[in-house]
């Protein structure tokens, strides 16, 4: 009888473990760069003044997220 218990749990234990090992957690935060409903986008470019030149150390920011960066002296930002 006891072996028979013992046998049962260790099936179990043995399928408990490939479950957890084997399963996913779903992707629902926001801010996880996995999360397929939330595109990861990275934008970059050259400011320039209506002359066509380049505009260095001005603050380019995104307003949903607040992040922001500056120009080179050739006016080339990127932000992600």
Known sequence: MKQ???HLFWCFAVFFLLAV???EAPHKNP?????PS???VAVEGVLEDFG?????NAEVRWKPS????RTASNGFFSLF
Do not use: M
């Open 4 to 6: 028979k218990f013992q």
């Open 21 to 23: 090992i084997a399963c």
């Open 31 to 35: 801010l996880d760069p996995e999360n």
């Open 38 to 40: 939330s595109p990861y």
């Open 52 to 56: 066509r030149q380049p505009v260095p």
């Open 66 to 69: 607040g992040n922001f960066t």
